[in-house]
């Protein structure tokens, strides 16, 4: 297999995607679940999923489509389209698997998972995340995580516009 082919099998089918998480909940691997738009991949989003990554041994990564992107954050976004987004992610030695979801949350993606840990930046509370029921219900947790002081994509965007 080549190193592409193998990139792209990071990027699952749905009915690929269930057989993996069969076979990862048989394992009792630990799945972790992190999302975003990851529009311009930066040193914080590096250090933010090397660290989610650290708390199981499956990372799981949920990525906006480019409808989700322009609905959330305006008609000008996302700069890299989905493919290009999930790709870049899925390069990443410590991601498992990147997949794609077209709604405004993860809700539905989440309740599919069903991940033993969902993570999102420390500017959540715990209670507030999207799948919080889902994940501590069937005795999950929900961590939080600091960002890297400095880098955001919205500093990158300022910087872009000269500001």
């Given at each position: 297999?080549?190193?592409?082919?193998?990139?792209l099998k990071k990027i699952p089918s749905p009915e690929e995607l269930e057989r993996l998480l069969k076979y990862w909940h048989f394992k009792d691997q630990k799945i972790v679940f992190t999302n975003g738009c990851f529009d311009i991949i930066h040193r914080g989003h590096i250090d933010y999923l090397?660290?989610?990554?650290?708390?199981?041994?499956?990372?799981?990564?949920?990525?906006n489509t480019d409808a989700s992107v322009s609905r959330l954050k305006g008609p000008s976004r996302p700069i890299n389209d989905e493919y290009a987004r999930a790709m870049v992610l899925a390069a990443m030695s410590f991601v498992s698997v990147v997949v794609?979801?077209?709604e405004d949350t993860p809700y539905e993606l989440i309740k599919r998972i069903q991940p033993d840990i969902l993570v999102k930046g420390a500017d959540y509370k715990p209670e507030d995340i999207v799948g919080y029921d889902v994940v501590t219900a069937k005795g999950g947790k929900v961590v939080?995580?600091?960002y890297l002081p400095g880098y955001s994509t919205s500093l990158i965007e300022k910087k872009i516009?000269?500001?």
């Open positions: 297999m080549t190193r592409p082919e193998a990139l090397a660290k989610a990554a650290d708390l199981g041994q499956v990372l799981v990564i949920g990525v794609m979801f077209d939080t995580l600091e516009q000269g500001g």
